[in-house]
T-cell receptor, first 111, second 113 residues
Framework: KNEVEQSPQNLTAQEGEFITINCSYS?????LHWLQQHPGGGIVSLFM???GKKKHGRLIATINIQEKHSSLHITASHPRDSAVYIC?????????????FGTGTRLTIIP | EPEVTQTPSHQVTQMGQEVILRCVPI?????FYWYRQILGQKVEFLVS????????KSEIFDDQFSVERPDGSNFTLKIRSTKLEDSAMYFC???????????FGQGTRLTVV
């Protein structure tokens, strides 16, 4: 069973700051997911990555497969980025496609 | 853009009542999931469904729960006799073959009173 840990649990920053959220997992995986949960509760998939780095706008996700670690970065943060960011991995490692979720990082960006 | 849709968005029910949560997955997706999130806790896997049968279920998914794909488009989660502790956000997700990328619905907030 894959164990997923995220840090920090809560993060408050000023608008414009560079944000980093970390995720580590215990069992080798085929891909890692970063998700965003809005205040109303809905979940949106941000990234799925299996190696290296991906970028969408101001969001960048990196993964180090050897170290079983991923980071989500937000550049030039904005109040609309305030949400819970969740890391998720296949639950049983390779070939097990149900997702195991981290506890999430609650991000608050202050104008 | 195709999306997973869930109805209702919020349901309040009395303890002991049956509820059915509905999901319409993306049309060419073959794998379907239900997850739930109790307030303040992490999202947990309930059940996965493929080829018209359950492929995996968690310890949470006991005899009170069932899933069905009644008509080739809807995917439902039924809770036969709701308990207070079933109060949670329930998420449906679907994916195509060959990837773990799942697309999530907006969730149904179930409140059992």
């Amino acid at each position: 069973k894959n164990e997923v840990e995220q840090s920090p649990q809560n993060l408050t920053a000023q608008e414009g700051e560079f944000i980093t959220i970390n995720c580590s997992y215990s069992v080798g995986i085929s891909a890692l997911h970063w998700l965003q949960q809005h205040p109303g509760g809905g979940i949106v998939s941000l990234f799925m990555l299996s190696s290296g780095k991906k970028k969408h706008g101001r969001l960048i996700a990196t993964i180090n497969i050897q170290e079983k670690h991923s980071s989500l970065h937000i550049t030039a943060s904005h109040p609309r980025d305030s949400a819970v960011y969740i890391c998720a991995v296949p639950g049983g490692g390779f070939g097990n496609e149900k997702l195991t979720f981290g506890t999430g990082t609650r991000l608050t960006i202050i104008p | 853009e195709p999306e997973v849709t869930q109805t209702p968005s919020h349901q309040v029910t009395q303890m002991g009542q049956e509820v059915i949560l509905r999901c319409v997955p993306i049309s060419n997706h073959l794998y379907f999931y239900w997850y739930r999130q109790i307030l303040g806790q992490k999202v947990e896997f309930l059940v996965s469904f493929y080829n018209n049968e359950i492929s995996e279920k968690s310890e949470i998914f006991d005899d009170q729960f069932s899933v069905e794909r009644p008509d080739g488009s809807n995917f439902t989660l039924k809770i036969r006799s709701t308990k207070l502790e079933d109060s949670a956000m329930y998420f449906c997700a679907s994916r195509i073959e060959g990837t773990t990328e799942a697309f999530f619905g907006q969730g149904t907030r179930l409140t059992v009173v």
